[in-house]
């Protein structure tokens, strides 16, 4: 049963091999002439306005993971759908469950502000 891997693990090895000499070639055989200009900060073509290192506020960040979690919880939500009649009274009551708790979790964030730009 091994046996019928073995193309697979070959491909893998070819890949993996084929990026490391990649990188390394590029690395050893690339143009090396650093200079002032090459290390300065870069914005679209215009000239630096503040430092790089500025501080973002918390409500980025918040927002960002919103988004993340509800994605996720919302993935979740497309097998259900596709096997929804198999799964009978059980998957409904289920996946009801889970939409209440994500509604509650959505009124939460709602509730603190988390997504307000003021």
Known sequence: ???????????????????????NLSWL????????????????????VRSAHERFSVKFYMVALSFIIFDIEVVF???????????????FVVMSVFIVVLVIGYLYEIRKGALQWD
């Open 29 to 48: 055989l690339g143009p090396k002439r650093p200079y002032r200009e090459k290390y300065s900060t870069y914005e679209s073509g215009m000239e630096p």
């Open 77 to 91: 939500m497309y097998p259900w759908a596709v096997q929804f009649k198999e799964l009978g009274a059980t998957g």
């Open 1 to 23: 049963m091994l046996e019928q891997y073995i193309p697979i693990f070959i491909i893998f090895g070819i890949t993996l091999i084929f990026g490391v000499v990649s990188a």
